[in-house]
């Protein structure tokens, strides 16, 4: 018989089987218990042994938190029961008020103990090492002060932001170490230990993708740059997440206004080395194809509104490269066009229609109209010195008026160019009616004080300096006041002039200057002048392009310290002569910028007139005129040419009131290096009739944007001639001078600085030559 593996049951304990037993029972019982109405859960909760009650709380280690304040924390009283949950839930209370280092709840009986340690109180909180950094910046970033409880993780946060506000201001490499050191009564000094390390810049800038600009002409369009040794007093090299954020845009705009319509930035991505030393940033680029205008038409929906006026203000051609920026100037160009002409509620909306067959994109300016919305109130906000009318009266929209958004663009930027406010802002909102709004500017208003110290040098002036003290919106109200004066070795002056830009309110500007200016020309017509006096300015501007001035000005005149070998002509005028001119200035500009113009054309004509009130009596007349031609972005062609004239009235014109040709006007000459001379004396007499004419190029050199550096290349021509004397010792041949030569101009960041290489090419033996004109001038 095969062996059995199976072991024998092992024998239940009796009390198992007992237990069984009686679980089966009840289990039997429990049907006839529910019928005869028994409650069999109340019986097992009495056979469960008690938890106990609370009968006392005892809060230890406290010295100084009140233990009262330790027991309103916790969610257990006296006679409650001992609830596991309530505990940890009151241990979790107390952790978070922060008071406390460590907490322990333990049950002795039937008392609920408390054991704390508190947390050690902040004596001070100080900063070691910032320089970059002040202490009330520190300070504005951390929580932790004086007289709070310190916790480490309260402090580890004060740490993230202090990190945070030196990588703001691109220090990445900035290292923060909180130390406490322990003050007796459980009180510590709660320490910073900074190492602000060195700026973070950018080590170099990439560009995936792109394929017809390259990576420097990039590297151009947007305003972050690489680091680099010559950008010591810029922070455009440093490090910044905002202005990768504009950059962006930079890049979409610029595209888009070269005609890549579908033009996209994937991806910018900053990565920091791994010595956190800079940071490598990556654009990654979807170019797109290149598209031309299409056909460009204005439709309107309007019956009243006669297309064939509108056509006009589209500036561009068909076969042009798209540029989306030339379409939204030409759509507000038709919106202000069709306000003048009292349409304000037609809205105009460009209609873009993109053949990618032809890779051409047609734009439609549709007209329609829009709805009836009217100005209920304009809200001026935020001005604090600023009186609310000299804001006013640059909004081109009024209470009342149609709501026309374009105007109010418009009126924002006129607000802007005031520079009285570091930002403005127009916002509109729902007015009381469906069918008006409230509009609010919101101004931040900037300091308008000025304090400028000049120094310089030029050929024509040689070592110069200026001290000026500005205040260009004189008691809110808009008014510039200046007070100038200026050394040189050979001119001196003293002047102060204020100016109401808006006369009673209307536009009308109303200025008064009062001067005292002394001049040294004995180095080419062997005199010294001086000349006192006021001047009266009203201004009005036309419209958009065209601007007049009209002046009277009021002065006496000295020529004195005249040499004993000077020009018997120069002699004759030795004296002090009053003055009494009026005069006007009519002025046409459309440059793109008044101040550096690329593009564009500019003319003007003076005319001034002395006479009645005075003891000089003349006509004179100027006209400057100005073109500027782009061949491309960096490189553009100057036209200019000047031509003046000034008639005696009868009388001889004194040398004071003539004109002068060389040095800034005629390079390659020295300041009245040209004109009629005395030949005996070879003192330079000026002449009565002038002109100057200048063909130049201007281009990089090859150095980066950020330089400021240009080259020239340029001709220029002028003649200077006629005299009312006349005689054998007088040179004047009145035959035209030019000069040919190359220049380098230079905005430096002590000031602007232009040197230029002339060589005259065609002149007089009687004339002054200049192979070297220099000019450097700064305000700090």
Same mark, same amino acid.
């Given at each position: ?15 198992f089987?007992?237990?069984r ?11 006839l218990l529910a ?14 042994p ?7 709380? /005892? ?15 916790i ?33 002795d ?9 508190? #947390? ?10 910032n ?12 929580r ?37 050191? =322990?003050?007796?009564q ?16 950018? #080590? ?8 017809f ?6 590297r151009?369009?947007?305003?972050? !740059?690489?680091?680099? &040794?010559?950008r ?28 890549f319509? +579908?033009?996209?930035? /994937? ?8 010595? !956190? ?17 299409g ?15 509108? !056509? ?8 042009? &490269? ?18 003048e =002409? ?32 009217y ?10 010195r600023?009186?609310?009318?000299v ?7 009024a209470?009342?008026?149609?709501? #026309? ?7 924002? $930027? ?7 406010f570091? %930002?403005?802002?127009?916002?509109t ?5 469906p069918?008006s709004?409230?509009?609010?500017v919101?101004?931040?208003? =900037? ?43 050979s ?7 204020? /100016? ?30 001086? $000349? ?13 392009? &065209?601007?007049?001035q009209?002046?009277? $000005?009021?002065s006496?005149?000295?020529?004195e310290?005249? +040499? ?19 005069? $006007? ?8 910028s ?26 004179? %007349?100027?006209?400057t ?6 061949f ?14 000034? #008639? ?7 040398v ?5 040709v060389?040095?800034d ?25 002038y ?6 190029l ?11 550096m ?26 035209? !001078? ?7 101009? &230079?905005?430096?960041p ?8 002339? =060589? ?21």
């Open positions: 018989m095969p062996e059995n593996n199976l072991q024998p049951a092992r024998p239940r304990p009796f009390r089987r007992m237990r037993a009686a679980l089966i029972l009840l289990l039997l019982a429990a049907p019928v005869a109405g028994m409650p069999l859960r109340p019986a097992l909760a009495q056979a469960a008690a938890a106990g009650v609370i009968s006392d709380i /005892t809060v230890e280690g406290v010295f100084r938190v009140e233990p009262a304040t330790v027991r309103a924390y969610t257990l009283s006296p006679g409650d029961a001992f609830s596991p949950a309530e505990m940890n839930r009151s241990l979790k209370a107390l952790f978070a008020t922060g008071l406390f280092a460590d907490v322990k709840l333990e049950r009986g039937n008392r609920l103990v408390v054991r704390v340690v508190e #947390n050690p109180v902040i004596n001070q909180v100080a900063f070691e090492g320089l970059r950094v002040t202490d009330e910046d520190l300070a504005a970033e951390t932790l002060k004086a007289r709070m409880a310190y916790t480490p993780a309260a402090a580890q946060r004060d740490m993230e932001n202090i990190l945070a506000l030196y990588n703001s201001r691109g220090r990445f490499a900035a290292t923060v170490t909180p130390q406490i050191i =322990q003050r007796e459980n009180r510590v000094d709660l320490v910073f230990e900074i190492s602000e390390g060195p700026e973070t810049g950018v #080590n170099r800038i990439s560009f995936i993708g792109n394929r600009f390259s990576d420097a002409a990039l151009d369009v947007v305003t972050t !740059r690489e680091t680099r &040794w010559f010591p007093f810029s922070n455009v090299d440093k490090y910044d997440p905002d202005r990768l954020q504009f950059d962006q845009e930079s890049l979409r705009r610029y595209y888009i206004a070269n005609g319509a +579908d033009f996209q930035v /994937t991806s910018a991505v900053a990565e920091l080395a791994d010595d !956190r030393s800079g940071f490598f940033i990556t654009f990654t680029l979807r170019e797109g194809p290149r598209y031309r205008f056909a460009l038409d204005v439709v309107s929906d309007v019956a009243e509104i006669r297309t064939e006026d509108l !056509r006009r203000l589209v500036t561009v051609k068909p076969g042009a &490269w798209y540029n989306a920026d030339a379409v939204d100037s030409i759509a507000n160009a038709i919106d202000e066009a069709l306000a =002409q009292g349409y304000a509620f037609a809205q105009v909306q460009p209609r873009i229609r993109l053949d990618g067959a032809d890779l051409t994109i047609g734009v439609s300016f549709g007209i329609s109209e829009g709805p009836k919305v100005v209920q109130r304009i809200d001026i906000l935020g001005n604090v600023t009186v609310d009318k804001i006013r009266r640059e909004l081109l929209v209470e009342g008026d149609a709501y #026309n958004p374009a105007r109010l663009a418009r009126s924002r $930027q006129r607000v802007q160019n005031l520079g009285f570091q %930002s403005v802002r127009v916002v909102r729902q007015g009381d009616s069918d709004v409230i509009v609010e919101a101004v931040q208003e =900037q300091p308008t004080g000025e304090l400028n110290i000049g120094a310089g040098y030029s050929t024509t002036d040689g070592v110069l300096g200026e001290v000026s003290i500005r205040e260009r919106n004189l008691m809110g109200l808009g008014r510039d006041l200046r007070l100038a004066v200026r050394a040189a070795q001119r001196n002056s003293l002047d102060m002039s204020l /100016t109401e830009p808006r006369f009673m309110g209307k536009n009308l500007s109303l200025g008064g200057d009062l001067f005292r200016t002394t001049s040294d020309k004995q180095t080419y017509s062997s005199y010294d002048s001086s $000349q006192t006096g006021g001047r009266l300015r009203v201004g009005y501007r036309l419209n958009e392009y &065209w601007t007049q009209a002046s009277y $000005q009021f006496r005149e000295t020529v310290n005249i +040499d004993e070998g000077a020009s018997r002509y120069i002699k004759d005028q030795a004296g002090t002569q009053t003055l009494s001119v009026l005069g $006007q200035t009519l002025t046409y500009d459309r440059r793109n008044s101040i550096d113009p690329t593009s564009g054309y500019m003319a003007s004509l003076s005319n001034r007139f002395a006479g009645p009130g005075g003891t000089v009596s003349y006509l004179q %007349s100027e006209l005129a100005s073109y500027y031609l782009p491309t972005e960096d490189v553009y062609l100057v036209t200019a040419g000047s031509a003046g004239y000034i #008639n005696g009235l009868g009388d001889a014109t004194r004071n009131d003539r004109f002068f060389g040095g006007n005629l390079r390659g000459f020295e300041y009245a290096g040209i004109g009629p001379r005395d030949v005996g004396t070879d003192d330079a007499l000026g002449g009565n009739r002109a100057t004419a200048l063909l130049e201007r281009f990089p050199v090859g150095l980066p944007n950020e330089f400021g240009t080259g020239t290349l340029f001709a220029n021509a002028g003649y200077l001639s006629e005299i009312d004397e006349s005689g054998a010792d007088i040179l004047d041949t009145g035959s035209i !001078r030019n000069a040919i030569g190359v220049g380098l101009n &230079w905005r430096s002590v000031g602007p600085f232009r040197i230029s290489l002339a =060589q005259a090419v065609r002149k007089e033996d009687f004339d002054k030559d200049q192979l070297f004109n220099i000019s450097i001038g700064t305000r700090f």
